[in-house]
């Protein structure tokens, strides 16, 4: 399973763009019939489009209920943080997110270590960010 859209904007500020990006079926992990499942890409653009990178990361089973759990507990808080990466273990890319009194900062690399490209960002958001993305990867 992944995003209903093919792209949606998380956050886009002029400077910093953020993307959750739909997986075609057959680059979409196949988890255990019944389980919690979804592939995801995520994009982010610097500069209109100087710098870009783009990673796939699948969240599945408790882990994935759990990660949700968080990404909610912190939105309705205004405070705490949770880190997104690829379960499925195809990337050691990751997303940080940590949020204080309803500031929002998000930092990542996006791209394996172990290939000739990967992208690090960070960027400022606010609750926005947040709440489109629990919505979007809620199954």
């Known amino acids: 399973m992944t995003i209903q859209n093919a792209i949606i904007s998380l956050w886009d500020n002029g400077i910093d763009k953020f993307y959750l990006v739909s997986v075609p079926p057959e680059d979409q992990y196949q988890y255990i019939s019944g389980k919690p499942c979804i592939t995801v890409g995520f994009a982010y653009e ?9 990673d796939t990361f699948t969240l599945f089973d408790h882990f994935y209920i759990d990660i949700l759990e968080a990404m909610k507990k ?5 405070n705490g ?3 997104l990466y690829d379960l499925g273990a195809d990337s050691d890319g ?18 394996a270590t172990f290939s000739s490209h990967a992208l690090k960002f960070e960027f400022d958001a606010d609750q926005t960010l ?7 990867l809620t199954i």
């Open 46 to 54: 610097y500069g209109n489009g100087r710098f870009k990178g783009y």
């Open 74 to 78: 912190t939105y309705r808080a205004m």
């Open 81 to 83: 943080s949770f880190r």
């Open 94 to 111: 990751y997303v940080d997110f940590n949020m204080e009194n309803g500031k929002l900062h998000v930092e990542g690399r996006l791209g």
């Open 130 to 136: 947040l709440e489109a993305l629990i919505h979007s």
